[in-house]
């Protein structure tokens, strides 16, 4: 059992979560890893039934009560249109004595990669206008349900905004999610990745927190200003809860953006939680109401997913190749006291099948 494993008195618990979350009645593969985070790794799948999945490894011996909480609300939230699709969660029993518990959450495949993935990878790191607009009227979709039902996602980042390959916008990583008090309407943790926070979600010294629907707002609003100029405001600046707290609301810095788009920011990023818009009321921003047809938008998305899909292909190939070439090279090195001319390393990885660049 590894050192973080909470030692758990009642061995019932144990057999219930395998009770509870029992292993798929077919076939669950996995092969390809996504991504990482801190619940564990997150691999391309195939499910019996739902075909293509994302398949998210939740290590259960390091945090059972938050893996538990993210499940119950991707089964409460996982039908809107904007999550990513929840198919199921699996027990999965240590292996052996080092390994852990493994709860295997299966989850619609978004194709596309993270929207922090296709920040980096465009060209200036800066979206069309359009694109942001749509992003956030869709992930606002997603928030207007979840604050319906009194509940907050607390994680609002590009990381967690993932496209389908088509181009449709689904939120990911519930891990932070939580209930409002039903008495106050508020929650008291201040939990978050601190670029997104909303200053009233970042804790005081000495000062209890109390925040409401509002805070997934903020992050949206600093959401947005990523899309726009390619990072977070005060990305490489330091203590960043400090300067969220003390200095005015972050503004988009170029002057080029049109009025819709620099009010949508404002009306997001508003210091005080009671005159920041809700997600309700942003979707009847101009930003959003005036936005082209979402069908021309998402085949705009589709066809760059494609082109960073295509240019991310040839480089992991190319990479491959230089690998082989400088591991044909050593090899061949070893075998005779020149180093074969560059020519016939080329016309040796032809012969194994690599393509030319
Ligand atoms: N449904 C999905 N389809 C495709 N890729 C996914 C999907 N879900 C997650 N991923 C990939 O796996 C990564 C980690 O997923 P996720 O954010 O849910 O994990 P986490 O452990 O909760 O992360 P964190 O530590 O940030 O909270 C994502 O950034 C993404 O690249």
């Not at 395998?18 to 077919?26: F, I, L, N, Q, V």
């Not at 852990?100 to 194709?111: A, D, K, N, R, T």
Request: charged content about 25%.
């Amino acid at each position: 059992m590894p050192f973080w494993a909470p030692q758990r008195k009642q061995q019932a618990e144990c057999g219930s979560l395998s009770e509870t979350y029992k292993p798929p009645d077919g076939r669950l593969t996995k092969d390809v890893l996504l991504g990482e985070g801190g619940t564990g790794e997150v691999f391309k799948g195939r499910h019996h039934r739902k075909g293509v999945v994302a398949v998210k490894m939740a290590n259960i011996s390091r945090d059972e009560e938050s893996v538990c909480r993210e499940v119950s609300f991707l089964r409460k939230f996982g039908g809107h249109k904007n999550v990513a699709a929840f198919h199921g969660a699996y027990y999965s029993a240590p292996l052996n004595e080092c390994s852990s518990e493994l709860l295997e959450i299966v989850l619609e495949y978004c194709g596309g990669g993270s929207l922090h993935d296709m920040i980096n990878s465009t060209e200036g790191q800066s979206l069309r206008e359009t694109w942001i607009g749509y992003v956030c009227q869709e992930v606002l979709k997603a928030l207007k349900h979840i604050h319906k039902n009194r509940a907050v996602h607390r994680d609002i980042k590009s990381p967690n905004i993932m496209f389908t390959e088509k181009g449709k916008v689904k939120l990911i990583d519930f891990g932070l999610c939580w209930d409002l008090d039903p008495q106050t309407g508020k929650c008291y943790e201040s939990e978050g990745t601190v670029h997104w926070m909303a200053p009233e979600a970042i804790r005081r010294r000495g000062k209890p927190v109390a925040y409401d629907t509002k805070c997934d707002i903020w992050s949206l609003g600093i959401t947005a200003i990523e899309m726009a100029e390619g990072e977070t405001p005060y990305a490489n600046q330091y203590p960043v809860s400090d300067l969220i707290l003390n200095n005015d609301a972050p503004e988009l810095q170029s002057k080029t953006w049109s009025q819709n788009f620099v009010s949508f920011v404002k009306s997001c990023l508003e210091k005080e939680p009671s005159k920041r818009w809700s997600a309700e009321e942003l979707l009847q921003h101009p930003f959003i109401t005036e936005l082209p047809p979402k069908k021309t938008i998402r085949a705009e998305i589709k066809k760059h997913l494609q082109v960073l899909q295509n240019h991310l292909t040839k480089k992991g190939l190319k990479g491959a190749a230089v690998w082989t070439m400088k591991k044909l090279q050593s090899a061949w090195s070893f075998c005779t006291p020149q180093t074969l001319p560059e020519q016939s390393v080329a016309e040796q990885m032809a012969l194994e099948g690599f393509p030319s660049y």
